[in-house]
Each structure stands twice: as structure tokens, then as C-alpha cells.
């Protein structure tokens, strides 16, 4: 008798949101909550410019790696791993870095310099880096959007990359913006990977 398959989604879908990777941390994406074999399918892609690795883990054991390229599409990443009778198991990601990978200033703002509207540089001057600090991105936003997205004339989004080339802090300015004022800045940092993915059990 053939089994059926069922499709759950991750337990961490929010949604319709994607899963992003945090810079420092690992991710949690998923704990099993019911009996049975789990297959775990995940993908992903990458906003940046340059290779993100980065690893799977179950129960904190560190059990796939990987390379998600800089495509612009979704990648398949973990494909229909296999999980037996493992109640309660979770599964994560991180970025294949050091906890302190990257040492930034207290305050993402001051290191943005805008020019009419939009990114013009970036000062990493006081900017650290490992030499095994993958890239992350730097998002500018316009800070009122947080109050109300639906405003017309608000800024739009700059997104920009920070590397080590050579020993040094470099960045690359994928998207400068618009609209963006000094005084209503919102500066995030992100790995620039997203993931999403289901689970079949059966």
C-alpha cells in the first residue's frame, strides 16, 4: 500500500513572508511537531551581488552546506531531506561566518551619505570586518514609511553591499534610491538571503 504525502509549511511561515537570514545568528525555520518521516525542502535566493555560504543545521548540528548564488532567482538548497522520528527536532540556518564577522558603528545612519534624493557613498571607515565575513547588504529606507506605507512622496529604498577585498572593507551601491532625506533614514542590515520552503510528511 502506497503512503500519502502530506504538504505542511514551515513553522516559522509568517504570511507569506520570507525567512531572512540573520547576519550574527543562526535562523530557525521549522520544528517538527508531529510524528511521522519528514522530508524538509527548502529554497532561497540571494538580493546581493557576490556567493553567500551558508549552512543548514537540525538540532544545532551543523549537516548541509551550501552556496547561494547571486542569481536573482529562487535556488533549490536543501532538497526532500529526510527526518525520522525526530518529535520536537528543529531545523535553522546561518551564515557561514564568525558571530563578530562584522563590527559597525552604533548608529547605520551616519555611515549613509545622500545626495539628491538618493545613496551617494558610504563610509566604512569605522567598519570591521573578518576575513571570513561574507557580504551582507545595508537597506536605506525612509523611517515615516514605518507609521504609513501608503504616503506618496516618501523615499524609496536604497540598498547597497558591503565586502572584504583584499583585506578591506569595500561596498557597492546595488540600488541608490529616491526621495531619501537625511533626517528620516532607516538603515537595516541584512545577510541578503531569504529562504522559504514546506515540509511533506508521510
Given at each position: 500500500m502506497k503512503l500519502q504525502m502530506v504538504r505542511h509549511q514551515l513553522s516559522t511561515f509568517d504570511g507569506g513572508r520570507f525567512v531572512s537570514l540573520d547576519v550574527s545568528?543562526?535562523?530557525?525555520?521549522?520544528?517538527?511537531?508531529?510524528?511521522?518521516?519528514?522530508?524538509?525542502?527548502?529554497?532561497?535566493?540571494?538580493?546581493?551581488r557576490r556567493d553567500r555560504k551558508i549552512s543548514f543545521l537540525f538540532d544545532n548540528q551543523e549537516t548541509v552546506f551550501t552556496t547561494v548564488k547571486p542569481t536573482g532567482n529562487s535556488q533549490l538548497l536543501l532538497p526532500h531531506i529526510p527526518i525520522f522520528n525526530a518529535l520536537g527536532m528543529t531545523?535553522?540556518?546561518?551564515?557561514?561566518?564568525?558571530t563578530?564577522?562584522?563590527?559597525?558603528?552604533?548608529?547605520?545612519t551616519q555611515m549613509v551619505n545622500?545626495?539628491?534624493?538618493?545613496?551617494l557613498a558610504v563610509v566604512v571607515l569605522n567598519v570591521i570586518a573578518t576575513t571570513d565575513a561574507q557580504p551582507v547588504l545595508l537597506k536605506v529606507s525612509d523611517s515615516r514609511r514605518d507609521n504609513n506605507s501608503a504616503v506618496a512622496g516618501l523615499g524609496r529604498e536604497a540598498l547597497i553591499e558591503l565586502y572584504v577585498e583584499n583585506s578591506t572593507v569595500a561596498f557597492e551601491i546595488l540600488d541608490g534610491g529616491e526621495g531619501l532625506h537625511g533626517s528620516f533614514l532607516k538603515v537595516d542590515l541584512l545577510t541578503g538571503i531569504f529562504l522559504f520552503g514546506d515540509v511533506f510528511v508521510e
Amino acid at each position: 500500500m502506497k503512503l500519502q504525502m502530506v504538504r505542511h509549511q514551515l513553522s516559522t511561515f509568517d504570511g507569506g513572508r520570507f525567512v531572512s537570514l540573520d547576519v550574527s545568528s543562526s535562523t530557525l525555520l521549522h520544528t517538527i511537531n508531529t510524528e511521522g518521516t519528514h522530508f524538509i525542502r527548502i529554497s532561497g535566493f540571494n538580493r546581493g551581488r557576490r556567493d553567500r555560504k551558508i549552512s543548514f543545521l537540525f538540532d544545532n548540528q551543523e549537516t548541509v552546506f551550501t552556496t547561494v548564488k547571486p542569481t536573482g532567482n529562487s535556488q533549490l538548497l536543501l532538497p526532500h531531506i529526510p527526518i525520522f522520528n525526530a518529535l520536537g527536532m528543529t531545523a535553522s540556518a546561518k551564515i557561514q561566518h564568525s558571530t563578530n564577522a562584522w563590527t559597525f558603528p552604533l548608529d547605520l545612519t551616519q555611515m549613509v551619505n545622500i545626495d539628491n534624493g538618493s545613496v551617494l557613498a558610504v563610509v566604512v571607515l569605522n567598519v570591521i570586518a573578518t576575513t571570513d565575513a561574507q557580504p551582507v547588504l545595508l537597506k536605506v529606507s525612509d523611517s515615516r514609511r514605518d507609521n504609513n506605507s501608503a504616503v506618496a512622496g516618501l523615499g524609496r529604498e536604497a540598498l547597497i553591499e558591503l565586502y572584504v577585498e583584499n583585506s578591506t572593507v569595500a561596498f557597492e551601491i546595488l540600488d541608490g534610491g529616491e526621495g531619501l532625506h537625511g533626517s528620516f533614514l532607516k538603515v537595516d542590515l541584512l545577510t541578503g538571503i531569504f529562504l522559504f520552503g514546506d515540509v511533506f510528511v508521510e
